[in-house]
């Protein structure tokens, strides 16, 4: 199947700094991007969807200047999370759709952002 | 709105039994249903999914799901569980496409396969 990166796979940080997380599709272009946050045992939250050269469209209460994502290229989009905080330690999942053959979204094997 | 529920934290099977993922689903017009598989510290894997046509649907590693509209039902099942089986299993609903076809996941199901 198609295949998802994510890098890093996991990233310690400070407080105050900020983190860049990629996301690529390997082997097929993605219409659209998600990206996703997820707690332990519990589901993923959608955080935002992306298209390429167009702006993200955020989820309710997710805060857009706190967590930047560029679309740079139909497979490439990042997350940055801005002055981060203990409270943004979470795994963090991308995932990008194709519609060809079928429409299917692939998801990456996830970062794991701890924020000391 | 759409939603997605399962009902079941925690499903236990004994290793070469059947096993069932429960999961209903509520959508306006016409689901997208799919299930994926997550392991530990791992990101998702799609297992399989329903647009149309059958509603017993075929997917990876011997796993099937079937579709039933009148229960708004979209159950896992596999008839022989591995102990490798073992994981989080997610279903979700995709919103349409006027909706950028972003899913709507359940709460999640964790599968516990013992020898």
């Known amino acids: 199947g198609a295949v998802v990166s994510q890098h890093p796979s996991w990233v310690i940080c400070k407080s105050g700094t900020s983190v860049k997380i990629e996301c690529r599709s390997l082997d097929f272009q993605a219409t659209t991007m998600f990206w996703y946050r997820q707690f332990p045992k519990q589901s993923l939250m959608l955080m935002a969807t992306s298209n390429e050269g167009s702006k993200a469209t955020y989820e309710q209460g997710v805060e857009k200047d706190k967590f930047l994502i560029n679309h740079a290229s139909l497979t490439l989009s990042t997350l940055t999370v801005t002055s981060a905080h203990p409270e943004d330690s979470s795994f963090y999942i991308c995932?990008?759709?194709?519609?060809?053959?079928?429409?299917?979204?692939?998801f990456g094997p996830g970062t794991r952002l701890t924020v000391l | 709105a759409q939603s997605v529920a399962q009902p079941e934290d925690q499903v236990n099977v004994a290793e070469g039994n059947p096993l069932t993922v429960k999961c209903t689903y509520s959508?306006?017009?016409?689901?997208?249903l799919f299930w994926y598989v997550q392991y530990p510290n791992r990101g998702l894997q799609f297992l399989l999914k329903?647009?149309?046509?059958?509603?017993l649907v075929k997917g990876s590693y011997g796993f099937e799901a079937e579709f039933n509209k009148s229960q708004t039902s979209f159950h896992l099942k596999k008839p022989s569980a591995l102990v490798s089986d073992s994981a989080l299993y997610f279903c979700a609903v995709r919103a349409g496409y006027n909706q950028g076809g972003k899913l709507i996941f359940g709460q999640g199901t964790e599968l516990s396969v013992k020898p």
């Open positions: 329903y647009i149309t046509g059958d509603n």
């Open positions: 959508v306006s017009g016409n689901p997208y």
């Open positions: 995932s990008a759709r194709t519609t060809i053959p079928t429409d299917t979204q692939y």
